[in-house]
Every structure is written in C-alpha cells, then in structure tokens.
C-alpha cells in the first residue's frame, strides 16, 4: 500500500515567516503534486513535478521532488494571510489515474 | 468555462439507504474521478472512467460504484450506507488519461 506521510500535520506561524512542509513515502511516485485546499471547496492544484532532483517555484511558492521520487517538499517564503490552508500532496502512478493523497498540512497565517 | 460541477452540494441519509452523486466534468474533458474525504484526512481514490470505461478502482467496498455517460458525466452510487461513509465527495476531471486533475467543490454526505 503506497502510502505519503506529510509533517507537520498542522503549523500555525506569523505574517512574514517562512516554512516548510514535507511529504514523505517508502514508494517511489512517477509524479508527485502539491494542492491547496479551503473549507468547503475541492483541492486546487499549485504544481505538478516529475523528474527527480526537480525544483518549480511559483511566486513564493518553492517545491522540491526528491531524487529518489519518494519525497517532496514545499517551501513558502515571506508567508501571507491569503496562504491559510490545507496543503496536500498527491503521488501519481505512471498513467496519472490514481492519485494517493498525503494526510494534509494545515497552515494557519496569522497577521 | 464552467469548472467541475457536482450536486448536491449537501445531502443527509439515513442508515441502510441509497444515494446517487452527479459530477459534470469541464467541458472537453473525458477523464472523471471520484475521491472521498473523510474529515480531517486526504482524499482518497475510489474510481477513474475515461472514456466511459473503468480505469482504476480504490479499495472501496462494492457498495460503491459508479458509471460515465456519453456526455462524460458522472454518478457515483452508494448502496446500504453506513455512518462511516460520511465524508466529502470529490469529482476532479481531466483532458485525457488523467492527466492535470481539476476538483469539483465537493457533495458533503452526512448519514445518521
């Protein structure tokens, strides 16, 4: 069973400050995706990486695909109130079909 | 363009009873998902349809199951249900083979 542990489960920082959130399997993924999820609506996808050693950044948004395709993580710079919310990562298999989703990361940015 | 649309978006069952899940996908898209997400945890797979045909089906039992129609929408049935089935349900749509994956806001099931 594939399985993504992501640390912290929940992070509660400061306007300003930065962080990281870590996504971390024993199985190796063809993909691995970041989404942002708020109460009451459906995970939106931030970005999808592929190769390993892969390094996207979106505005403050810095993601990492491990190596080994087993890990990722998700480095946020100068947080804003706007990032509040639930991370999650996603593995894919080779067709994209399923995806397995980490335990999720709640962020909390306070002004 | 329209996003991903599911209804309802809230729906409360009672034990042993039967529901029935709608998702539209984006139009031009021929991959449909379904996710279910318990509170408090990550969303997890139950089935992919593209093309109208079954691709991939999550550890689920068969209580659960689901169908594409020509028009690429969806349902997905729900038979005897339990209190654990409460959850959100996911519908996300994609261009093809489940490439790029866009959510639908969800169906909040409660079942008492």
């Known amino acids: 069973t594939q399985l993504l542990e992501q640390s912290p489960q929940f992070l509660s920082i400061q306007e300003g400050e930065n962080l990281t959130v870590y996504c971390n399997s024993s199985?190796?993924?063809?993909?691995l995706q970041w989404y942002r999820q708020e109460p009451g609506e459906g995970p939106v996808l931030l970005v999808t990486v592929v190769t390993g050693g892969e390094v996207k950044k979106l505005k403050r948004l810095t993601f990492q695909f491990g190596d080994a395709r087993k890990d990722s993580s998700l480095h946020i710079t100068a947080a804003q109130t706007g990032d509040t919310g639930l991370y999650l990562c996603?593995?894919?298999?080779?067709?994209?079909?399923?995806?397995?989703f980490g335990t999720g990361t709640r962020l909390l940015v306070s002004p | 363009d329209a996003g991903v649309t599911q209804s309802p978006t809230h729906l409360i069952k009672t034990r042993g009873q039967h529901v029935t899940l709608r998702c539209s996908p984006i139009s031009g898209h021929k991959s449909v998902s379904w996710y279910q997400q318990v509170l408090g945890q990550g969303p997890q797979f139950i089935f992919q349809y593209y093309e109208k045909e079954e691709r991939g089906r999550g550890n689920f039992p068969d209580r659960f199951s689901a169908r594409q129609f020509p028009n690429y929408s969806s349902e997905l049935n729900v038979n005897a249900l339990l209190l654990g089935d409460s959850a959100l349900y996911l519908c996300?749509?994609?261009?093809?083979?489940?490439?790029?994956?866009?959510f639908g806001s969800g169906t909040r099931l409660t079942v008492v």
């Open positions: 996300a749509s994609s261009p093809r083979d489940g490439y790029g994956y866009t």
């Open positions: 996603a593995g894919g298999d080779t067709g994209f079909q399923k995806l397995v």
């Open positions: 199985s190796v993924f063809s993909s």
